[in-house]
């Protein structure tokens, strides 16, 4: 499986993911300085020309570097588009994307072939998320460059099917870029990811929990005090099923173990919950794999770690 040239920058084969509210050009600058790929949601940009200022900014820092740093140079840059006709200014976010050529465009909830096209007509990649092999063809045929198949554990809005399931069967007939989502927050786990057939590692959680990061001081502490026991799976807070901090939940006044199922916005919770809690700025998305961050720290810090994790882990395959 041969990647897109424009992943040859990688200093290791992750993507951090878009994390909504939290990730900023703070954090993606960082990210890809430090040989990631660094991503946020066009929707973290707010009001909508301010996505311009962002990318600007990104494409700008990010050249200084590489002029600074010839033997070092950044990795390529990721704007989350959600696709879906919830979100009313995509279109707009798509024309700022194309006006600065963004690399690499990750769609979610919904596949467009216009857009695919678009995307490749100025060279850039499109990954689409998806959480079973039906969707995962569905993206291919509308001209997707490659795939992230979202696993359970996956913070936030993640899957229910093992990795080691969504990515055999997709593997079984797409040949392209696999980035792999789902629990994945060590060095150990890229190189576990990458042996089942994945190219690459897409990792969210652990980003929150880092200086860099746009989050509330408690949600990064919550993420490094967090284990996979912590996690709750629900559909109550959005609609559609996700990963969520169980202290959160209860911040909330919610009991997360007898949470109903359904919309937050018509339930009765009476004097014992707040139906005034938001899922992602009050109800704290979160991986499985929140185990493995100990404390908060530099995102510099953190790909340090993870590459020592990850040569570690393929030294102990070769013995």
């Known amino acids: 499986m041969t990647l897109p040239a424009i992943f040859d920058r990688l ?65 390529p840059f990721a704007v989350n588009q959600i696709v879906h006709k919830s979100n009313n200014r995509w279109e707009e976010d798509m024309a700022t994307c194309e006006k600065w050529q963004v690399p690499i465009i990750i769609t979610s909830l919904g596949a467009r072939e216009d857009l695919n096209a678009a995307v490749t007509r100025w060279g850039g990649v499109t990954l689409h998320d998806v959480v079973d092999d039906r969707f995962a063809r569905k993206a291919i045929e509308k001209g997707a460059t490659g795939l992230i198949p979202v696993a359970a554990g996956a913070g936030g809005h993640a899957g229910k099917l ?21 629990s994945i927050a060590n060095g150990g786990a890229v190189l576990g990811a990458q042996a089942m057939g994945a190219d690459l590692a897409y990792i969210g959680s652990p980003w929150i929990a880092t200086f860099e990061a746009n989050a509330d001081e408690g949600y990064k502490q919550g993420i490094v005090e967090g284990a996979a026991s912590d996690i709750v799976y629900s559909n109550l807070f959005t609609g559609v099923h996700g990963n969520y901090l169980r202290q959160s939940i209860v911040n909330a006044g919610l009991d997360p173990d007898n949470l109903p199922e359904g919309d937050i916005s018509t339930m009765n919770f009476g004097s014992g919950g707040n139906t005034e809690a938001k899922a992602w700025r009050d109800i704290w998305g979160s991986g499985q794999g929140v185990g493995a961050v100990k404390a908060v720290e530099s995102v510099a810090d953190r790909v340090d770690r993870l590459e020592r994790e990850y040569l570690a882990a393929r030294a102990r395959l070769a013995l």
């Open 11 to 75: 200093r290791l084969p992750i993507i951090a993911s878009p994390l909504f509210l939290v990730s900023g050009p703070d954090l993606v600058i960082a990210q890809c300085k430090a040989g990631i790929v660094g991503s946020f949601p066009a929707l973290n940009a707010r009001p909508q020309t301010i996505l311009d200022e962002w990318i600007h900014r990104i494409t700008e820092e990010l050249a200084a570097w590489n002029r600074d740093n010839p033997d070092r140079p950044a990795a």
């Open 162 to 182: 093992s990795p080691f399931a969504i990515v055999q069967e997709i593997r079984e007939w797409f040949d392209g870029p696999v980035a792999l989502s789902g």
